[in-house]
């Protein structure tokens, strides 16, 4: 099998039925902010124990010598399964992400997979859930989405006995009781907060005004933009200028807006921006470019999530995005996959939670995704595939 850097995943008919179903200062930075002027008009770095942390952590996450870390053992493949992906909503690049991987595995096992799209609201993810139920499926897999959101769905699951599996269904990785999920797929919530904040202390030599981008409606996204404020406030010289709260469904109408009053505002203390999903930045570039603001220059951006391939593409081409902490997609598709598996040949979840990581112009190799070598390979090899 390719490296998952040198071959894009394509799932073409999947995502034609998704659409029609009813969802720095290291060397290695894309680019040092440290050199822009601070919010304070001063060159003297700040908070000076907290930055060399900050730096130390940067430098190893940008590494990219990321060799499969995962299982490497587990149950050989169970014949005959189904499995229902219920997305939040397929504008959302990283359930779309997942999705892909989600459908590349299960064609591996010989799985039929069936994706529904929540369309990104509580009554179209319940009416989805439904239409899961209905399927009868082996396993269904909750796409970035509450699961109290769906109460009564996921209790009808676990009294029919049908596992359930989170991709950021809840803010923790690993199994759950409460909800009743057999595992739920992330990237360690704190890690991922903690390492974004972390990369604008470090670009902006520990001076910076920040401008927050998150959706309290999803408690995952919640938790995580509670954590980047936290950890920013480490650092006495960084400036929390505001926290936007857009949902992620109406991110493309609100977010041009929000970012127009934003620029109006602050003007230059704006100096970097995270957010709980790279999106932000995509439907924020306009606004950005009709103010003047130059696509490799001040407000420094990283999403804190999910590294879809949009966001490579604007990294890459520091178009208003100088950074991603991406979620391994593809790779955590296949991982829902096997937890499946697991649950269905009676065993335990495997427990893995990748690594984070920080791409940039600088480390990414062109690349428009971020996966450890030899996931598929690994996956393969204890499937009997």
């Known amino acids: 099998m390719p490296s998952t850097r040198k071959a894009a995943v394509t799932a073409a008919a999947f995502l034609v039925a998704v659409a029609t179903a009813a969802t720095g200062c290291e060397s290695g930075s894309a680019t040092s902010a440290s050199d822009a002027v601070s919010p304070t008009g001063s060159a003297r770095p700040g908070c000076p124990d907290v930055l060399a942390k900050a730096k130390r952590a940067v430098k190893k996450a940008e590494d990219v010598n990321a060799p499969w870390s995962g299982p490497t053992t587990g149950p050989k493949a169970v014949a005959g399964k189904s499995v229902v992906y219920i997305a939040q909503t397929m504008t959302n690049p990283g359930v779309a992400g997942v999705a892909r991987g989600v459908q590349e595995a299960a064609d591996v096992m010989g799985w039929n997979v ?25 396993g269904i897999v909750i796409g970035g989405f509450d699961p109290a959101s769906a109460a009564d769905q996921v209790a009808r699951a676990n009294a029919e006995g049908i596992p359930l599996v989170g991709w950021h269904a809840i803010a923790t990785p690993g199994p759950s009781k409460a909800p009743n999920l057999f595992s739920n797929i992330t990237t360690d919530v704190s890690d991922v907060a903690t390492i974004s904040a972390d990369w604008i202390i470090a670009e902006s030599n520990g001076r910076a005004g920040v401008v927050l981008f998150t959706d309290a409606s999803i408690p995952f996204a919640k ?12 650092c006495s010289d960084v400036e929390l200028l505001s926290q936007e709260d857009i949902p992620i469904p109406e991110a493309n109408s609100r977010t041009l807006e929000a970012v127009s009053s934003l620029q109006s505002r602050f003007g230059d203390k704006w100096t970097h921006s995270a957010a709980i999903n790279d999106l932000y930045f995509g439907h924020a570039a306009p606004a950005l470019r009709a103010g003047g603001r130059q696509g490799a220059g001040a407000p420094y951006n990283i999403g804190a999530g999910d590294g879809d391939p949009s966001a490579f593409e604007r990294v890459n081409g520091k178009e208003f995005q100088a950074a991603t902490v991406p979620e391994p997609l593809s790779e955590q598709g296949w991982q829902i996959i096997d937890e499946f598996n697991r649950a269905f040949a009676g065993g335990k979840a495997s427990g893995y939670v990748a690594p984070v990581h920080i791409t940039t112009a600088a480390n990414s190799g062109g690349a428009q995704f971020w996966d450890s070598e030899g996931y598929r390979e690994a996956y393969r090899k204890i499937w009997g595939k």
Request: charged share 30%.
């Open 223 to 234: 938790r995580k933009s509670d954590l980047i404020r936290k950890e920013l406030a480490t």
């Open 114 to 138: 069936r994706a529904i799209n929540g369309q990104g609201t509580p009554a179209g993810i319940r009416a989805a859930f439904d239409k899961a139920l209905a399927l009868k499926p082996s």
